[in-house]
């Protein structure tokens, strides 16, 4: 099989660079309308407009109505068609970038991609979650090619509340072990061939990045720091675990959180916070090392990330309240079908079951709890 890897065509991170937008945009278009919600409009504004203060029209702001779905994607398709745009600017959160990447997709126009947060690996990527109005997983929209830019901020990130970078940790968290599964089982990944050396790579540099300096990083932005700690877990958050997603594959962890998002407790926590208990499950239900699941359960601990469904707001954790979970997460085409085995509904339940329980017992008793 060949092997792809697809990335963004510009990757820009560090303190300040919010500033020099407008000679990134330069190159991609003369008229361009940004998308943000009015609270992370309110906190870049000024900086936007003033990047772009020398193009003959400015810039378009537009409000984003926070949930990426069907109708808020073509209600800002028609006001970018409308006003000539020839450049889309999505600005905040996971969200928000996927709807830009949407928009910009049908408009047949350039996207640039600013998070104001480093809370998933989206910025990158090639693709767009999209939700029910009610918030609820509906699908996956696949474009043809990566942002055109991406301009990560880390000022802007360390001064955002510590759980979001934190979440981000937690998506990426799976990168690795989704692109192992898939890796071992030869499947085709977001980028339309099996994963190559260099993304696998990537994945394995993200999970060691995470070990290495995640504690030191969200130490650093509870302060709202900018340290060598946040700008590496920022650069795994964004460009190491989107590419090695996207180019190394995705598989069981994934599949758990969009399963999970069935519950109405879960949608209270962020997308990263679901997918490292979907990694958790992964590791059980691959029965993987012990050695290797305490070392995800430390880590997760040490960040604060969810280890049981409780963690996650889930109170009924019995096998009858989560089968519905487990049957959204085999459904058909999802990436849980990427592990190297066979996966059943009963499979997945005993993994989360699993899962949940080891938490508890490594929350009460640590690496005690795991030695024989």
Request: charge should be negative.
């Amino acid at each position: 099989m060949k092997r792809v890897i697809i990335a963004p065509a510009k990757y820009v991170q560090g303190e300040g660079v919010l500033s020099f937008l407008g000679e990134h945009v330069n190159v991609l278009g003369q008229r361009p309308v940004a998308i943000a919600s009015p609270s992370v409009m309110k906190k870049v504004e000024n900086t936007v407009v003033e990047s772009l203060r020398e193009y003959p029209q400015g810039i378009r702001l537009e409000q984003f109505n926070r949930e990426c779905c069907r109708s808020e994607i073509e209600r800002l398709q028609t006001i970018c068609e409308a006003s000539g745009a020839d450049v889309l600017i999505g600005i905040g959160g996971g969200k928000a970038i996927d709807t830009a990447k949407a928009i910009a997709y049908y408009c047949r126009i350039p996207v640039v991609v600013v998070p104001t947060i480093a809370s998933t690996d989206a910025p990158t990527s090639a693709v767009s979650v999209l939700y029910t109005e009610e918030g609820v997983f509906s699908e996956y929209l696949f474009f043809p090619r990566n942002p055109d830019l991406v301009l990560v901020d880390t000022r802007i990130i360390a001064n955002a509340p510590e759980r979001l970078l934190v979440a981000g940790m937690g998506d990426a968290l799976a990168t690795f072990f989704e692109a192992r599964a898939c890796y071992r089982a030869g499947r085709t990944t977001n980028a339309g061939g099996a994963t190559s050396q260099s993304a696998y790579a990537l994945a394995e540099l993200c999970y060691q990045t995470l070990l290495a300096d995640g504690l030191k990083a969200r130490l650093a932005v509870t302060d709202n720091t900018v340290s060598a700690a946040v700008e590496n877990i920022v650069e795994a958050n964004t460009f190491l675990s989107g590419v090695g997603f996207e180019s190394g594959g995705l598989a069981a962890a994934h599949a758990i959180h969009n399963g999970l998002t069935c519950l109405d407790a879960c949608h209270a926590h962020y997308h990263g916070e679901k997918v490292a208990f979907g990694t958790l499950a992964q590791l059980l239900l691959e029965n993987a090392p012990l050695a290797e699941i305490r070392e995800v359960l430390a880590f997760c601990q040490s960040v604060g990330l969810p280890v049981t469904l409780g963690d996650l707001g889930v109170e009924d954790v019995s096998a009858e309240s989560l089968m519905p979970v487990a049957e959204a997460t085999c459904a058909k085409g999802e990436t849980i079908h990427n592990m190297p085995f066979p996966v059943s509904v009963d499979a997945v339940l005993s993994a989360m079951l699993s899962a949940d329980r080891l938490g508890h017992l490594y929350r009460e008793q640590g690496d005690a709890g795991l030695c024989l």
